[in-house]
């Protein structure tokens, strides 16, 4: 087989990628190691900076989210048992979408399907050869069978643990990374949010975060330690240690059911450099991590695979600066989502070395916030996404 773009991964970036291309007409196929429904089942971001949003309505695939997102215009942090409120629209102009990154998937691959060039699933050992020639090209095995496609360039989009960043040679690649002493426990459930927008709070308990996926669908995180196992909390203690860390006003509005989801995910800043070697681009998640506290994952995905896009596309018409710029430019915009996450990070978490100063830090830092416009536009215009 031979296309243009081979696109290793089938999560958002490479969906996404995939349907922006076709737009123009430039051919790609998606190879995804896991079955769709698996896919589907992974619960994870909740946010999206407006860039993405007009990304994924210019991809063709934002009518759900338009009718069924919900735009939110600020959010809550929240310590010492009580909360003050950041104005994004005020404050920017902006807004974010809350539209569950589940959704997003959803209809990423049914325009594949309705593009007729379906995601090929199940794929096993893909290995990326000849990365540095002009005719590279990508092998995988499915249903035992050998397959080979012969393209112009590899999009590297599987994510931390996929083979794309291996590929790059070790006395190329720069890693950067700071992991975090804690992990987040996350809970989704059928009850109705405990406020009309995000609520961070920290608390000398603990981080926590209250969310939500739709007027009956809630998501909430708990700060725990590294070692701590989700079989170890039922979802009583989750709810009794959630309204210890959130203002008490909260806590008695908080509805509580049972979990219809519940994991415990590691945090970590990661970022490897470059983001490209010959023909192959990393994107996403297979070149950098952010702690989700600043809700940057999923965004900086999307904004790594609008430059890509609109490199490859200006490439075809005749002109690859863009394309050989590509790294650069994702990076700079890599590296300050990666400070903003670090910060919030910093901020609203118990680090189990800190001690009172770092607690007096954050009190002062919030402090800080509660009363200074120009700190709270600084967050905000972060929180809502910096531009492309
Ligand atoms: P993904 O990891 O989503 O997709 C990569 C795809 O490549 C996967 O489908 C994988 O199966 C496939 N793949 C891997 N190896 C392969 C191979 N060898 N062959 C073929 N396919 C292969 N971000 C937020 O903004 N907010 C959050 O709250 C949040 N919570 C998260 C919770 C968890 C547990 C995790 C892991 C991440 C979370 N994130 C969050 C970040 C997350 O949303 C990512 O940023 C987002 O999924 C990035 O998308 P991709 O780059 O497409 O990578
Ligand atoms: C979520 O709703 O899953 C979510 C929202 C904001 C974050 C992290 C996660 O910062």
């Known amino acids: 087989m031979r296309t243009q773009i081979c696109i290793i991964g089938g ?50 695939v ?13 959010i809550y942090l929240a310590s010492r048992n009580k909360g003050f409120r950041i104005d994004f629209k005020k404050l920017t102009g902006k807004s974010v979408m809350v539209w569950g990154q589940t959704e997003v998937t959803r209809d990423l691959y049914e325009a594949r399907d309705a593009a007729g060039d379906p995601v090929i699933c199940g794929v096993e050992g893909v290995a990326p050869h000849d990365l540095d020639s002009d005719a590279p ?25 996929g083979p794309s960043r291996q590929a790059i040679p070790a006395e190329v690649l720069r890693e950067y990374e700071r992991v975090y002493p804690f992990g987040w426990l996350g809970i989704l459930s059928e009850t109705p949010p405990v406020s009309d927008e995000l609520i961070y709070a920290n608390h000398e308990r603990g981080f926590a975060l209250c969310s939500m996926r739709s007027d009956q669908l809630s998501r909430h995180y708990l700060q725990v330690p590294l070692g701590d196992r ?10 009794e240690e959630l309204r210890r860390r959130i203002p008490t ?14 994991s415990i995910a590691p945090l970590r800043s990661f970022v490897a450099e470059p983001m490209r070697w010959g023909r192959l ?17 999923l965004n900086l995905a999307f904004s790594d695979v609008h430059y890509l896009h609109d490199g490859l596309t ?75």
């Open 11 to 60: 999560g958002p970036s490479g969906l996404l990628l995939a349907q922006l291309l076709h737009r123009v007409g430039i051919a790609s196929v998606v190879l995804e190691r896991r079955s769709r429904a698996h896919v589907l089942g992974r619960i994870r971001a909740g946010v999206l900076e407006w860039g993405s949003v007009e990304l994924l309505r210019l991809a063709g």
């Open 62 to 74: 934002g009518a759900r989210m338009d009718a069924q997102g919900h735009v939110h215009e600020g």
């Open 137 to 161: 090209y990508v092998t995988y095995t499915l249903d035992g069978a050998e397959h080979r496609i012969d393209c112009d360039f590899v999009a590297g989009c599987d994510g931390f643990h």
């Open 230 to 239: 989700v079989e170890a909390w039922t979802d009583s203690a989750f709810w």
């Open 249 to 262: 006003e909260s806590a008695e509005a908080l509805v509580t059911g049972p979990s219809v989801e519940k």
């Open 281 to 297: 681009f990393l994107v996403g998640d297979a070149a950098h991590i952010v702690p989700p506290t600043g809700a940057k994952g």
């Open 314 to 388: 200006r490439h075809y018409q005749g002109d690859s600066r863009a394309l050989d710029s590509y790294s650069e430019r994702a990076l700079a915009r890599v590296w300050k989502s990666e400070r903003f996450s670090w910060s919030m990070t910093t901020m609203l978490h118990r680090f189990p070395d800190g001690g009172g100063f770092a607690q007096k830090m954050q009190d002062s830092e919030l402090a800080y916030l509660e009363q200074s416009t120009a700190a709270q536009t600084a967050l905000a215009e972060n929180y809502v996404g910096l531009p492309f």
